[in-house]
């Protein structure tokens, strides 16, 4: 598969040409001229490809809860944190994590190094929820097909939690919208290509609601007093792959390009 062959760090260094990326994907998961195999537009915080956004009310499961599984595109930053903002806000970095960013190379990027993408990073390739009564799985098909777990049995954070990528997550459910709450994280990651940090003191509050059949939204609030000077808000949305299945994506097979990434952190 094309896919297959390309280093992510060739994403990160030519972000411009991804759609073409994602097209291709598209036409390798989808018959040519097959009934809706176009590829959908891209949405804020990830490349949409496959079938046409399906229609409809939100399915619910037999409990009533609403059912978040399926494969799905988006629902975080790529490229650029910011996207995520309301118009006419900012994001609010203090001074010393102003220099750590404007400081920052592309060749650095974990991300293009094969590492995880942390929260609320996501990668331009497909992801999938996976619900049960008792944790819910985000597996990820892009970058090192990794994934999440999100514990619904109500527990508690541990009072000293390891730092890790993706943090320790709970979960619960406020109506319709799926709020989970996570610390523990470490502040190896990057927030997008542009080189946004963290502290390990990161606290990020997400609310996943699927408003239909083929939409979900979720409004994430980071507070991390190490970095920024107050919580902040990024709203992005998710768009279903219906029929799709993740394919295996082994980023340290062929990640070529990231040696020839030069220059600073940002988005071409």
Sequence with gaps: MKKHLIGVAFALAILAVISLVATSSAQQRSAPNAPGAATSPAGAGG???????????????????????????????VGD???????????????????????RQSKDDPEANCLPTGIPRIA?????????????YFLFEGNIHSYRQIFMDGRKHPDDPDPTWYGHSVGRWEANTLVIDTV???????????????????????????????????????????????????TFTARLRPGEELMEYICQENNQDVHHIQGPAGVP
Aim: net charge positive.
């Design 47 to 77: 490349l949409q490809r496959g079938p046409a956004v399906p229609t409809g009310p939100a399915p619910r499961l037999p409990d009533g809860k609403p059912d978040l599984s399926g494969v799905w595109n988006g629902g975080g930053p």
């Design 81 to 103: 944190l910011e996207m995520g903002l309301a118009k006419g806000e900012t994001i609010p970095l203090l001074p010393a994590a102003r220099k750590i960013m404007e400081a």
């Design 124 to 136: 331009p390739y497909p992801w999938r929820i996976i619900q049960t009564p008792t944790h819910i």
């Design 184 to 234: 523990g994280f470490n502040d190896k990651f990057w927030f997008d290509f542009r080189g946004h940090p963290h502290t390990e003191k990161l606290h990020t509050i997400e609310r996943w609601t699927r408003k239909d059949m083929g939409t979900m939204v979720n409004e994430v609030t980071i507070d991390d007093p190490g970095s920024y000077s107050k919580p902040f808000k990024l």
